[in-house]
């Protein structure tokens, strides 16, 4: 029944083409889908072996990016805690770390600009971080050093 609820909205965000749904291109008039997204994916991944879609969402940093403009950081955290996947683990650890950075930032790209900086250097991401920049005109990386002042400690 989850299946068949996702694959309705499928057609209105395409699909990559290795088989994973474009969920950052959700209308926005979509509120209910955007809120409740990982919900649906995580029930209809019950009884399947592996994490399927909801351990690859997190992958493609198009999302995450969207997830933060949308609905901020805590609701982006929500999202990753769904994911069993150690790329939703880490990409929540960097988030936690600099969530005070994720508010309202002008121009409109700069919290993918924050997000990115924040990624630039964790060999986790190099790969994800050099695919968003391909696809968006405008998006620079900064790096920043850790131990600054602006990084916080989510442990703290």
Not at 86 to 114: D, I, K, M, N, Y
């Amino acid at each position: 029944m989850q299946r068949r609820f996702l694959d309705s909205f499928r057609a209105d965000v395409g699909v990559e083409q290795d088989g994973a749904s474009r969920w950052w291109e959700l209308p926005a008039d979509e509120p209910y889908l955007w809120t409740y997204l990982t919900h649906h994916l995580a029930a209809a991944r019950a009884g399947c072996a592996g994490g399927g879609e909801l351990d690859r969402l997190p992958g493609d940093l198009r999302w995450a990016v969207a997830q933060l403009e949308r609905s901020g950081p805590a609701v982006l955290d929500a999202d990753l805690a769904r994911s069993a996947s150690a790329w939703a683990r880490r990409l929540r650890h960097h988030c936690a770390q600099t969530a005070h950075l994720f508010t309202a930032v002008e121009p409109s790209h700069g919290l993918a600009v924050t997000l990115l900086s924040r990624l630039h250097g964790d060999e986790m991401f190099a790969a994800a971080v050099e695919r968003y920049r391909a696809g968006a005109a405008g998006v620079y990386v900064f790096t920043y050093r850790p131990g600054h002042p602006h990084l916080l400690d989510p442990d703290s």
